[in-house]
Structures are given as structure tokens and as C-alpha cells.
């Protein structure tokens, strides 16, 4: 639950709410008040957040007081000080302070005095409900929720208890009861509360629901504020919807005045624009920043990154360096991206340098960058090394993108050591290593397709081609022209003809490689006037010829019977 949720304050004194699992169970028993949907009730597995929990629902219900759990637990229970807080006021200033510094454990303990001596109203609970969002303790909202049911309905339907709670389970991702609550239950939906569900609808991915609350917010007069706006420009750029996202910045250029240099409405617009492929409103929305912060900087150089337009990113890297604004790990991750695209092999270790420089810790998200870049250039040993000091780091889970990168490099290193020993002519180890592979992809048949073939080895070309299709790899144009030339290399023609033929009857069409292995091979074994057959249906299909082609068209052309043939082939550079 904590690793879901984040770490919930361990309340091992002067907790006065029942304990975590007894909330629930006293929330799903009194669905009364909560008027949940029955799904809720008849599968706590629903709840996304509360699935590791086996709560079994009896029919009797709690009667622990708060007096009881007092006296259970090590806290004196002496009265606090009457010359410090001597009315509500003081003790909800003095409660909200301790929650807004993310000091829910002593706001608990404080509330556990107060209550003994002060009457206590909903404005305080909704204080502790906010501690809980900041803190992001389900655990602990879950069991002041039921405290306040206890309480009646003077508590449990207060407007600002209502939109706390949805705050609260929107925060700590309970999707399915944020959302019930915010359209069944809550009676005047405010702009927080409108806040939260679009911020979550965002944040799981569910955009277009995210969009059409954001549209229905306004339909009720509540005007997006600089907390809605990045929720709803993050929804546009998940979805590609440019223009609702040039809409959502019109808006923002309206409301001048309420956005006026905020940074965080600026990002989130170039971010929006930069997955929408408006690369230009992206960069001018960057310029246009009067101040820029590192979130601003990673954005800008990640939007290049994922466009292609790394030169781009390489330089807006270098310029925020000389500007001396801090680095972070996604900064280096950016430019480690932009390096590999780039080839630029010196200016990618010069950033892995400064990583080491700067004490950056090589977590999942800057390790598995530099793990790509080495892998990229075939520098498998600096991959593998840099694995050995992640795994190194204490604490660290690999997720699914480290994992990725580390297969990506086992699998180049497999393709590559393939590879070497198929050119090698070095067979018997180029089948030893492919029997090995645990997993063979696409890439790795082809490796091996390409080693037979470069050997004339026909027969186990055509075998490992018909196996590929029976592990479910289907073959591509790759696989195709492996199998012909090794027909070709083997000076079975007809069989590599047959084999062109029925590539095209599959669905595969001829590239430019399979034409000129075609015109190629029908020459060298003496098939002139079929070769140049080739050149013309290539020519007719579309296809415009290199220079390589032209060689081979060329070569078919030996004697006088086609000399002019020979000479309408060599003036073909300068019609192309």
C-alpha cells in the first residue's frame, strides 16, 4: 500500500481514528451514507488502492470511542496549553500549520488533545483530510473518513469535508470512488474538487474523459485556473489534439492576468505543442518565457529530442549549461537521446562525465539512457558496465526500462557476435550461438538468413525461413532478399526467380535492394536479357535506380546485341 500510495504515517500513539482496515469495513457498512454502487461493496478489488487488503464485513458495529482508544494508547492526557490555544481559531491555525508542512503525525496527536477540552468542528477535519493529500496517506484518510461518518451528517455532508475526500481519493489514486463521490455525493462541486478529478483523469490516462470535464467545468462558470489549465494541456498533447491545445491557449493569453509568469502553464504548453508536432509554437512559447526553470529547459530539449531534432537539443543543452542552470537526470537523459541519434559518440561521454561530476545517482531513468547510448554505438562492454553499478546502487528496483535496455543490449551483443561469425565464414559458431538465443526475433533470423546466404547455403537458408514462419516471425523484405541471393550465390536461378515471384504474391513488396539483387544475380550467372527484363519492370514499377543497380544493368550488358541497350541504361543517371 505505501509503495502504491507513498509512505502513510506510522500512528503508534494518540491515534484517535479506528484502525485502517476497521475503517473500511465501517465505511462499506454504512454504504447508506457513502451510496456507493454495489460494485464497491461486492468487490473490495474495485477499489484500486485498497486490492491488497481481505476485509470480511460483520454485522457489528464498532463501538470504540475516542476516549477508549485514548486510554490505550502512551500519551499523557493532559490539556494543552490554555494560553496558547484558547478557542477554535487558534487550534485550526494550529492544525492547518502542521498539515501544510506535511506534519500529519503531530496535526493527529495535537487534534487527540484538543478534542478532550475544545468543541471541535468540520472546518478541523477538513484540515486533516488536506495533511492527507499533501502527505498522500490513504491509510489515514481512510480512517478520519469513517471517524467523520460516526460524527453525523453535520460532518459527513459538509461541502468542505465533500470536496476534501474527493481531493483525498483523486490524490492517492482511487479513480472509481474519486469520481462517484464527485458526481453522486458532492452537492456544490467547487473548483478544487472540478481540479482533482480532471488532474486524475489526466494523470491515468484517461484524456478524453479529462477534456469533457474540463469543457463541462466551464459550461458551469468556473473559470480554469493555473492548476486545471496544465491538467488539460497535458490531456491535448496525450490525444495529439492540437487544436483544443491552441483553444487552451487562447484562453490562457485572454486571462493574461491570472497567468502572467507561471511556469508551470508555459511548460506544459510547450510540452502540449511539442507532442502535437507544432514545433514552432513550442519554441516560441519557450523563448517568449521570462524566466525559465529546469522543468522548462527538460521540456524544450526533450520536445527537439522527440521530433528528430537533435542538433537542436544537443545546442539548447550547451546553452542552459553556459546560462548555469542546474541539470537534472531527465536533462541528461534528454541529451543522451539527442547523442545516440546524432552519432555523436564524443559529446555523449562527455555527458556521462559530467553525470559522474555532478554525484547524479544512476537510477532507472539516467542509467538506462546512458545503458542505450553505449548499446547504440556496439560499446556493449560500457553498457554491461554501467549495469554492474546500477545494480550496485542500494535500493534500486530496475523497472521496465532498464530491464528493456538491458535486453537490447544482450540482444545487439548476440546480433553482433552473430553477425561477425557469419562474415567470418565461421558457420559452426554462428549456429552455436543462434541455438543459444532464448529469444529470437525478427532481426536474429535475418542475421542468420544473411550468414547463410553470404555462404551460398541455399538449402538452410530455405529452412530457416520456413522455421521463422513456424516460431510465428513473420518474414519482411529483409528476410526475402536473403533467401534469393542465397539462391543467386548458390547459381540456382530459377529457384530464385520463383522465390521473387512468390514474395509479391505474399503481400511483400520488392525494394530497391531486392531489385538490384535480382538484376545483379541474373547477371552473373549469364541471364542477360532477363537481368535487363528486371532493370525495365523495376523502372516500370516506380522504383528509381542507384548507381549500384545501374552497375549490375550494365554488366548484363556484354555484347553487341545489346550495346544500345547498354548505352540507354548509361544515359539513365541523367534522366533520374
Known amino acids: 500500500m505505501t509503495e502504491r500510495h507513498g509512505a502513510c504515517p506510522t500512528l503508534t500513539i494518540a491515534n484517535p481514528f479506528p484502525p485502517y482496515p476497521e475503517s473500511l469495513r465501517f465505511l462499506l457498512r454504512n454504504n447508506s451514507i457513502l451510496n456507493l454502487p454495489k460494485p464497491f461493496i461486492l468487490s473490495v478489488d474495485s477499489m484500486h488502492g485498497l486490492a491488497c487488503l481481505s476485509v470480511t464485513p460483520t454485522t457489528t458495529t464498532t463501538t470504540t470511542t475516542i476516549p477508549q482508544l485514548l486510554t490505550h494508547s502512551k500519551l499523557p492526557q493532559s490539556p494543552p496549553n490554555q494560553q496558547h490555544f484558547t478557542n477554535n481559531t487558534s487550534i485550526h491555525n494550529r492544525i492547518s500549520f502542521l498539515c501544510k508542512h506535511v506534519r ?14 475544545f468543541h471541535i468542528g468540520p472546518d478541523i477535519y477538513g ?99 493555473n492548476f486545471v489549465v496544465p491538467n488539460g494541456l497535458k490531456a491535448c498533447g496525450a490525444l495529439r489534439w492540437g487544436g483544443f491545445g491552441k483553444g487552451i491557449h487562447g484562453y490562457v493569453v485572454k486571462m493574461n492576468k491570472d497567468f502572467d509568469g507561471c511556469v508551470y502553464v508555459a511548460t506544459s504548453l510547450v510540452d502540449m505543442y511539442g507532442k502535437c508536432g507544432f514545433l514552432e509554437d513550442a519554441e516560441k512559447v519557450f523563448d517568449d518565457m521570462p524566466q525559465k526553470n529546469v522543468i522548462a529547459w527538460n521540456s524544450m530539449i526533450g520536445v527537439f529530442a522527440q521530433n528528430g531534432m537533435n542538433m537542436e537539443a544537443v545546442r539548447l543543452f ?110 559452426d559458431c554462428a549456429r552455436r550461438v543462434f541455438c543459444f538465443a532464448a529469444k529470437k526475433d525478427l532481426v536474429l533470423w535475418n542475421t542468420m538468413l544473411a550468414a547463410c546466404a553470404e555462404k551460398g547455403l541455399s538449402g538452410e537458408a530455405m529452412k530457416l525461413f520456413f522455421q521463422m514462419q513456424l516460431e510465428s516471425v513473420p518474414p519482411n523484405v529483409v528476410s526475402w532478399n536473403s533467401l534469393i541471393f542465397s539462391f543467386f550465390r548458390n547459381g ?64 548484363a550488358c556484354p555484347d553487341m546485341a545489346l550495346l544500345n541497350y547498354g548505352r540507354a541504361i548509361h544515359g539513365s543517371p541523367c534522366t533520374f
Open 104 to 117: 500529519i503525525q503531530e496535526a493527529v496527536d495535537s487534534l487527540s488533545q484538543f478534542q478532550q477540552h
Open 127 to 225: 484540515e486533516l483530510l488536506q495533511g492527507c493529500v499533501y502527505a498522500r496517506a490513504l491509510s489515514l484518510g481512510l480512517q478520519i473518513h469513517a471517524h467523520i461518518i460516526k460524527k453525523g451528517p453535520s460532518f459527513s455532508t459538509n461541502e468542505f469535508i465533500e470536496s476534501k475526500l474527493v481531493i483525498l481519493y483523486a490524490k492517492c489514486g482511487l479513480s472509481d470512488i474519486a469520481v462517484h463521490l464527485f458526481r453522486n455525493v458532492v452537492r456544490n462541486q467547487n473548483l478544487f474538487s472540478w481540479a482533482a478529478i480532471i488532474g486524475l483523469q489526466a494523470r491515468i490516462g484517461l484524456s478524453r474523459e479529462a477534456l469533457l470535464s474540463y469543457v463541462e467545468m466551464m459550461e458551469k462558470g468556473f473559470l480554469p485556473d
Open 318 to 427: 550547451k546553452k542552459m549549461r553556459f546560462q548555469g542552470d542546474e541539470l537534472t537526470e531527465v536533462t541528461l537523459s534528454g541529451f543522451f537521446s539527442a547523442c545516440a541519434n546524432l552519432e555523436a559518440v564524443e559529446e555523449g561521454k562527455q555527458g556521462h562525465a559530467i553525470a559522474v561530476i555532478m554525484g547524479f545517482e544512476l537510477g532507472n531513468i539516467l542509467g538506462s539512457s546512458i545503458m542505450n547510448f553505449y548499446s547504440k554505438f556496439g560499446m556493449f562492454e560500457k553498457a554491461l558496465e554501467m549495469c554492474g553499478w546500477m545494480t550496485e546502487e542500494e535500493n534500486l528496483r530496475f523497472d521496465c526500462v532498464t530491464l528493456s535496455s538491458l535486453l537490447s543490449v544482450a540482444a545487439d551483443t548476440r546480433e553482433v557476435e552473430l553477425d561477425m561469425y557469419g562474415k567470418c565464414g565461421r558457420m
Open 492 to 555: 540456382q536461378v530459377v529457384e530464385a526467380q520463383d522465390m521473387f515471384y512468390e514474395m509479391q504474391s505474399s503481400g511483400v513488396t520488392p525494394n530497391l535492394i531486392t531489385w538490384t539483387t535480382m538484376i545483379s544475380g541474373l547477371a552473373q550467372n549469364g541471364f542477360c536479357y532477363e537481368a535487363n527484363k528486371v532493370f525495365r519492370q523495376m523502372q516500370d514499377a516506380g522504383m528509381r535506380p542507384n548507381s549500384i543497380s545501374i552497375t549490375a544493368a550494365l554488366s
